[in-house]
């Protein structure tokens, strides 16, 4: 393969390879039905300057390829014309012993035909295989990179982030309702009780990272390796933010009924029943009613709701095909969402009142570093968990 087929090969891959990175992160925006965030249109605008450029790059390649594609084609045409040996064999076989004798006496008494076909069918030919000639085999990477991430943040998206007003501030709240009595007789005077509003101090916590790449790096590399570690730095934010709201929630979290070691479906209903009037009671009917588990939970709840149900079953089943999205099944009509940064052996039975995200992503950050011709990128965002009412929130026990 010539240098100039090698380069239209790689940038026609590395078009191929951008498409598919668009078209990821366009699919999982709209199998969560939001729009690209800022960090994933980043990323589209930087894809689609490469894939322009790339294809500006390629016309020339590609005119230059036909020309000497058209020369080696008249080439090969006038050299049939001059070829004054044309009739000669090019390869001989005989058929029997007697016809390489006969050869090898008129070859003796100088027939000039009996001479080339004995020295065609005598020379030893050199075979030329790829072991002769590595640095004409350019090296294929396949992509796109294999990298497991998960970036859906199942609980996260539950509640709902809510966007970030600065660094600290205070929640209000009611923690002294008015009052309504029966009037004991006429003319009494009737019950008054005054409203106190109190305030829940909130801080944001900072979560980043960053890493330092050579230019070359960044200029030699297929698949691009900036984009690589922008989308990797991302998706270890997502891991990070998911954890840390999963461990506010589970801290705060109501100590709620007791499960056996191995339940069955009776017992696990009647246990987030239970948990559900324990949150229903705390927060009076308000927000959405969910359960969350950890993924070790799915070998408990998992067997015990089949998605093949009868009618007068406690649920719809689970299903691993919403598996990307942490949402697996329901429960007695509760849906079931399933988070990785809830530590091993969590189910937790909560409002989506009960608790709030706030966050506030500053995205990819990047400065040149011209004394050591480097780029340090970096992600961050501020994010924080604010648990409401810990009623609100109740953890079965195992």
Known sequence: MRNSDAMLVRY??????????????????????????EQELELVTRARDRITYCNEQMGPLEEA???????ADRMAALAK????????????????????????????????????????YHRAAAHQTTPDNPGLLPEQIMGPVVNFVDQTRPLVTALGPRQLPSGS??????????????????????????????????????????????????DWTQPAIM???VGDLAGQYAIVTEKAAADQLTAA?????????TPDGNTLSAAIWEAV???????????????????????????????????NSFGTGFTAEQFSTGAQGTISGIGVVVSAGLATGTILVLSTAAA???????????????????????????????????????????
């Open 81 to 120: 014309l001059i070829d004054r040996e044309k009739d000669k064999p090019r390869d001989v076989e005989y058929r029997s012993a007697g016809g390489y004798i006969i050869d090898r006496w008129r070859a003796g008494l100088g027939e000039r035909e009996a001479i080339h076909r004995l020295d065609v």
């Open 253 to 261: 979290a109501t100590a709620g009924p007791t499960l056996p070691a």
């Open 227 to 229: 984009d690589l570690i």
């Open 356 to 398: 709030e995200i706030y966050e506030d992503r500053v995205g990819a950050l990047q400065v040149v570093e011209p004394s050591v011709l480097g780029v340090q990128v970096a992600y961050a965002g501020y994010f924080t968990a604010l648990t409401i009412e810990a009623g609100g929130i109740v953890a079965l026990q195992g």
């Open 65 to 71: 390829n036909r020309i000497a594609a058209d020369s």
């Open 12 to 37: 026609a891959d590395e078009i191929q390879e951008r498409q598919r990175f668009i078209d990821a992160m366009v699919e999982a925006a709209q199998g969560e039905s939001r729009d690209l965030s």
């Open 277 to 311: 009037g324990t949150v229903w009671a705390a927060m009076h009917g308000a927000g959405r009613v969910i359960i969350a588990c950890s993924p070790d939970m799915l070998g408990q709840l998992g067997p015990m709701f089949p998605n093949v149900n009868p009618q």
């Open 169 to 218: 501030w205070s929640r209000p709240r009611v923690t002294q309702h008015t009052l309504v009595a029966e009037q004991t007789a006429e003319k009494t005077e009737l019950a008054s009780q005054k409203m106190v509003i109190g305030k829940i101090p909130v801080e944001a916590n900072t979560f980043g990272g960053y890493v330092n790449v050579s230019r070359q790096n960044v």
